[in-house]
């Protein structure tokens, strides 16, 4: 008998054959022209005009500000999930703990509001 | 007919055990049979689901659709499956090549690992895992990275902005999604799936939890990059977003991973709301098929319907409206579970 994430484990070592077969697959019937490495089909696609500039350049600040509190609020996640399960189980206790949690993820969305991290520029 | 897959299984296990496996390699085998019946369903799945697609959207916007090849132009899928396989493959000279080519790889990856919680019938489920549930959301959001390498990788400036909103999209509604389901873990105590599938046999979780299930619905379409919310790759103005630079079998896989994404959503909200397999005269796996199309028909409808959202807007409807609802979803679960206890009702 497998265990449970034993068969996970197989089930994700059987999936990745999946892309490579796929690839094969298609490299068997698609046409392998020779050109040379800077040939015009492989520039960058930029609608036809040539491309300016690099691309990998530093980006607004807005998108960390949101991974941020992202970040936060998936922590506090990973901990309801465990409370969630056993809240039946815990009793009142549980209930006036759930309180106080939220009441921390109000007060951490409020503060992340009023600071104008929620707002897209 | 209600056991038929179950009976095959335990048939082909019996079988393999009789030529003198030992228990571990015949549950592998049975597990790598299992695994080829799913990836082939989903693939031939999604020629059917692109092309009802297509059917579907045209005669939202009242056009005919394809219709030229085949009867109804069934078979216009599969000429462009063939199509996209015979098409040579491009790897731009200025593309970060290994995160190029590993991403659409990782990307359907994720997506098939999907399959393996979701309770396909009664005891049809390839492992039962007792964090099924939080499997799923974690596995899911999983494919944020792979958009994210897709479109970093391209060193092209449309793939860039692409992948930036997917991201900025996807971690928004990652949190909804996951809150919205708490109120169900915290009824049923559980994150096994078939023990969710099993607390509905008298009232279905989208009567008990309609605005989990809102918010669920409303996350999951912007989770899987659909329309309204398919931000990350408007045509109009970024091209193809993250999947501008691939071609060929590659960009085939992105597009068949979309689809898996969507039928194993879509599979899972028939799970957690829409009591599972059960149903009565027909066999479970047939159940949960149909609550899946019905699913998908609603997400076909959604995105054919609303016009796309503006990101300003899209980012703040997640955080200043779809948050505190699924907050206030949980303090009101958990109080109305204690009124419930109170009153003596369960």
């Known amino acids: 008998m497998l265990t449970d994430y034993a068969t996970i484990g197989v089930f994700f070592l059987l999936t990745v054959s999946f892309p490579i077969a796929a690839m094969a697959l298609s490299w068997i019937f698609r046409p392998k022209p020779k050109a040379a490495p800077d040939d015009e089909k492989y520039t960058t696609y930029e609608c036809g005009v040539d491309t300016r500039g690099k691309t990998w350049i530093r980006f607004r600040v807005n998108y960390f500000l949101f991974a941020l509190v992202f970040l936060a609020f998936d922590v506090e996640t990973v901990f309801l999930y465990p409370w969630a399960v056993k809240f039946q189980k815990l009793g009142f206790f549980a209930f006036a703990e759930m309180i106080v949690f939220i009441a921390i993820l109000v007060v951490a969305l409020w503060y992340a509001w009023k600071e104008g991290a929620l707002e897209w520029h | ?346």
């Open chain 2, 1 to 346: 007919m209600e056991s038929l897959f179950i009976n095959l299984s335990q048939a082909f296990t019996a079988w393999l055990m009789s030529l003198g496996l030992s228990a571990g390699w015949a549950d592998a085998l049975l597990l790598a049979v299992q695994w080829t019946c799913i990836v082939a369903i989903v693939t031939l799945n999604i020629t059917i689901l692109i092309w009802l697609e297509r059917r579907v959207s045209s005669f939202f916007q009242e056009r005919l659709g394809p219709n030229r090849v085949g009867p109804l132009g069934c078979f216009q899928t599969v000429a462009d499956a063939l199509k996209l396989l015979t098409k040579e493959d491009i790897v731009p000279s200025a593309a970060d090549k290994l995160i190029f080519k590993t991403a659409p790889a990782l990307f359907i990856i994720v997506a098939v690992m999907l399959y393996a919680v979701i309770p396909m019938g009664d005891g049809m489920q390839v492992v039962d895992l007792n964090v099924g549930l939080f499997y799923f959301i974690s596995i899911g959001s999983l494919s944020t990275i792979c958009l994210f390498m897709a479109g970093w990788g391209s060193n092209n400036k449309w793939s860039l902005m692409g992948a930036l909103r997917a991201v900025a999209q996807m971690i928004t509604y990652e949190i909804p999604l996951a809150f919205s389901l708490l109120g169900i873990v915290m009824i049923t105590g559980s994150l096994r799936l078939s023990e969710i599938v099993e607390a509905q046999s008298g009232v279905w979780f989208i009567i008990l939890q309609p605005v989990a299930f809102l918010v669920y619905f409303i996350a999951a379409t912007a989770e899987l990059n659909r329309g309204p919310f398919d931000m990350p790759e408007a045509e109009q103005e970024l091209t193809g977003g993250a999947y501008t630079e691939y071609t060929g079998m590659r960009w085939a896989l992105f597009f068949l991973a979309e689809y898996t994404n969507l039928v194993a959503v879509s599979a899972l909200m028939s799970t957690v709301f829409l009591g599972g397999w059960q149903g009565p005269w027909l066999p479970s796996w047939i159940w949960i098929i149909i609550k899946t199309y019905l699913v998908m028909m609603v997400f076909f409808w959604v995105k054919w319907t609303f016009p796309r959202i503006r990101m300003d807007q899209l980012m703040s409807f997640s955080w200043k409206f779809l948050i505190p609802v699924s907050l206030g979803n949980i303090l009101f679960t958990g109080a109305g579970i204690y009124f419930c206890k109170w009153m003596g009702w369960c």
